[in-house]
């Protein structure tokens, strides 16, 4: 039988600590996760039963009073996001010193566009009636793209929530049609659901849909991302490629 030594005793203090602390980033890790919950189809009032973004909203390029496109993020905006989530970081160039930080894909670039006469009139949650915008990501034309590469979130983040995206609202142009995908990074690790939609041109029809993704375990340092795969074709000149969201709420998940 061999005599524990102080070297050995040393070495099983030292590792026992590391050992622990590594199945406790595990087991955070672990316990969260983003579920896709489901599609609401055709929802233009978003304060008629059952109510969402109960929690907070965020809408682009809101009753803009004439049409505009490749314009500011924050341009027109309706920001009504909990103290939790954001606040969003705009950036008009690749050489702002807030890059890193950036909230939407520089890589089109996102830009804002709204005004536009066919596009849908929302009921926002907070009664504000107006006609909706869009982000618009020209880079995810054919193409998968980090649209929103970044929503940080802050104290006061809810265990679970739910993180609902507003599409469909753009007469036939910058559909999601082959991902719509909501993402998130947790304790220095990128998480995605198991599932995600796939909507194929059939699955828009003119009049906005909102597709709900569930957060759990999520906590203050961690951030949500969303990935759009679009429409091939320009973006310029009222082209109709690329991908595209008319804006982004928050509920409280049961």
């Known amino acids: 039988m061999t005599t524990p030594t102080a070297k050995n005793i040393s070495?099983?203090?030292v590792h026992r600590p590391l050992v622990?602390?590594?199945?406790?980033?595990?087991?955070?890790?672990?316990a969260a996760s983003i579920t896709y919950?489901?599609?609401?189809?055709?929802?233009?009032d978003f304060q008629a039963p059952p109510k969402m973004g109960t929690l907070g909203f965020w809408f682009p390029q809101f009753n803009a009073p004439s049409a505009v496109s490749h314009r500011p993020t924050s341009e027109n905006e309706r920001n009504g996001l909990p103290s939790w989530a954001g606040p969003l970081v705009h950036l008009n160039s690749v050489v702002d010193p807030n890059f890193l930080s950036r909230t939407f894909s520089q890589d089109g670039p996102c830009r804002s566009k709204g005004g536009v006469a066919t596009f849908n009139l929302f009921t926002l949650p907070s009664g504000e009636i107006g006609r909706s915008g869009i982000i618009l990501d020209p880079h995810a034309a054919g193409n998968t793209s980090n649209s929103v590469n970044r929503i940080k979130l802050g104290e006061g983040t809810p265990a679970s929530f739910l993180l609902r995206i507003v599409v469909d609202n753009t007469d036939g142009k910058h559909h999601a049609i082959t991902r719509l995908r909501a993402r998130g990074h947790h304790a220095g690790v990128d998480l995605e659901p198991n599932t995600f939609p796939v909507p194929g041109a059939a699955g828009f029809n003119g009049i906005a849909d909102v597709y709900t993704f569930r957060y759990d375990g999520f906590t203050a340092g961690d951030f949500i991302k969303i990935q759009f795969n679009g429409m091939p074709g320009d973006t310029k000149s009222d082209g109709p490629g690329g991908a595209s969201f008319a804006g982004i709420m928050f509920d409280l998940a049961r």
């Open 20 to 30: 622990l602390a590594a199945l406790a980033i595990a087991s955070a890790i672990h």
């Open 37 to 44: 919950v489901g599609k609401t189809t055709d929802r233009t």
């Open 11 to 13: 070495r099983r203090v």
